[in-house]
């Protein structure tokens, strides 16, 4: 399936379920996935300069540095697989990203198509991060309240463990959501002024993407 408007930008505070919706989207369609949340994780891991700095923002719950994920994102919007149309998955966070996004996106002749906005109470946010579990092996998202894996603490995909982030911790993700209020909060009047902006309530995920499927279509 093929959409018209295929390069997209999720908005959302943490747990809106910007990579929940982004998983299933991508199973019914071909895009790529950017998540930068993703790609520092992999610098942490990697112990790179950059993961190494990058670690302890991430674990007080505040950004990394604009340039610093502008430029990976700029060099991950570069490959091949980005032609077809790509998910930016919590980028960008900040009005300046946004604009150095702009300017990234001129240089290779492409532009935003649509920025999807989901909507999501505090109250729920917090339950759903404080009860989330990733996987260790693949991008599989569970959650212990709303969507539990078959078995307990093990991947219903892939077999592999899930864990909880340690930046899902209570103190951290009131964090989270007050940098969510202040940085990013102001990028919904943004797209909203540029025509790009697409707001979903909360509900039923499964819902939600064949909704936005159609609106994209
Ligand atoms: P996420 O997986 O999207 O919740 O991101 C986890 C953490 O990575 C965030 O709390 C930030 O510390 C960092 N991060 C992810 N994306 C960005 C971004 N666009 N700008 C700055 N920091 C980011």
Same mark, same amino acid.
């Given at each position: *399936?093929?959409?018209?408007k295929?390069?997209l930008?999720?908005?959302g505070?943490?747990?809106?379920?910007k990579?929940t919706?982004?998983?299933?989207?991508l199973a019914?369609?071909?895009?790529?996935?950017?998540?930068t949340g993703?790609?520092?994780?992999a610098?942490v891991?990697?112990?790179?300069?950059?993961g190494?700095?990058?670690?302890?923002?991430m674990?007080?719950?505040?950004?990394?540095?604009d340039?610093?994920?502008?430029?990976m994102?700029?060099?991950?919007?570069?490959?091949?697989?980005c032609?077809e149309?790509?998910?930016?998955?919590?980028?960008p966070?900040?009005i300046q990203?946004?604009?150095?996004?702009?300017a990234?996106?001129?240089?290779?002749?492409?532009q935003?198509d649509?920025?999807?906005?989901l909507?999501?109470?505090?109250?729920?946010?917090?339950q759903?991060?404080?009860?989330?579990?990733?996987?260790?092996g693949?991008?599989?998202?569970?959650?212990?309240?709303f *969507?539990?894996?078959?078995?307990?603490?093990?991947?219903?995909?892939?077999?592999?463990?899930?864990?909880?982030?340690s930046?899902d911790?209570?103190?951290?993700?009131?964090q989270?959501?007050?940098?969510?209020?202040k940085q990013t909060?102001p990028?919904?009047?943004?797209?909203r002024?540029?025509?790009?902006? *697409?707001?979903f309530?909360?509900?039923?995920?499964n819902?939600?993407v064949?909704? *936005?499927i159609?609106d994209?279509?």
């Open positions: *399936m093929s959409l018209t295929k390069n930008i999720f908005l505070a943490p747990g809106a379920g990579g919706i982004s998983n299933l989207l019914k369609v071909k895009l790529a996935h950017i998540s993703d790609l520092l994780r610098e891991a990697a112990k790179s300069e950059l190494l700095a990058a670690g302890k923002i674990a007080s719950g505040g950004l990394v540095p340039e610093i994920v502008a430029k994102v700029r060099a991950r919007l570069a490959k091949d697989d032609r149309g790509f998910i930016l998955d919590g980028f966070r900040t990203q946004a604009e150095l996004l702009d990234a996106l001129k240089e290779i002749h492409s935003i649509a920025v999807i906005y909507h999501v109470d505090d109250e729920t946010l917090l759903r991060l404080t009860a989330r579990l990733n996987c260790r693949c991008d599989a998202i569970y959650n212990k309240l *969507m539990p894996p078959k078995v307990e603490g093990v991947c219903d995909k892939c077999g592999s463990a899930l864990y909880q982030r930046d911790s209570l103190e951290t993700a009131k989270r959501l007050s940098v969510f209020y909060e990028l919904i009047e943004f797209y002024k540029a025509g790009l902006l *697409m707001t309530e909360k509900g039923d995920p819902a939600i064949d909704q *936005m159609s994209l279509k």
